[in-house]
């Protein structure tokens, strides 16, 4: 079974910084697009950031200069390195990943299990 595994959520006061990381695990023979979304109660999920197995990178306008994806492919891992953090940030944050579990078959997208962001003073 493959799954994503996120960690590094928290509490952070406005203009803190939080790592969030995304590990995938289990039958994973290829990883395509990785990226994060966020969701806040009552709106819609929101694309944050994506990055290609090349390394080309996406982000909304909002969290461009104080947000940074990364990837490790031998780790099958994305991060989320997140600056500056504004109380707007606060939100569940999913991460997601296109995968094939084997060469015969095609690429389809998991998710994680969310871990909250709560920027307050």
């Known amino acids: 079974q493959v799954q994503l595994v996120e960690s590094g959520g928290g509490l952070v006061q406005p203009g803190g910084s939080l790592r969030l990381s995304c590990a995938g695990s289990g039958s994973i023979f290829r990883l395509n697009v990785m990226g994060w979304y966020r969701q806040v109660p009552g709106k819609e999920r929101e694309l944050v950031a994506t990055?290609?197995?090349?390394?080309?990178?996406n982000y909304v306008d909002s969290v461009k200069g104080r947000f940074t994806i990364s990837r490790d492919n031998a780790k099958n891992t994305v991060y989320l390195q997140m600056n500056s953090l504004k109380f707007e940030d606060t939100a569940v944050y999913y991460c997601?990943?296109?995968?094939?579990?084997?060469?015969?078959?095609?690429?389809?997208?998991?998710w994680g299990q969310g871990t909250l962001v709560t920027v307050s003073s």
């Open positions: 997601y990943a296109d995968i094939r579990g084997s060469s015969y078959s095609a690429y389809r997208t998991i």
């Open positions: 990055i290609t197995t090349g390394g080309n990178i």
